[in-house]
């Protein structure tokens, strides 16, 4: 680094963008538990026609 003001720029960036990859993360984990759920109840209610004589 040049200076003091150099540093500490790069280091708030640095920052940001570790908290910005984090929240990515949280938010992709959070999407693929609703999606789970979501197909987990679509394959139940499936399940339940399969046994209605359809060939």
Known sequence: MKNKSSFIAE???EWF???DKDNLIKELSEGY???KKEETEISLEWDTTS???IN
């Open 11 to 13: 280091t708030i960036r």
């Open 17 to 19: 963008e570790r908290e």
């Open 33 to 35: 538990k609703v999606r």
């Open 51 to 53: 046994e209605d004589g």
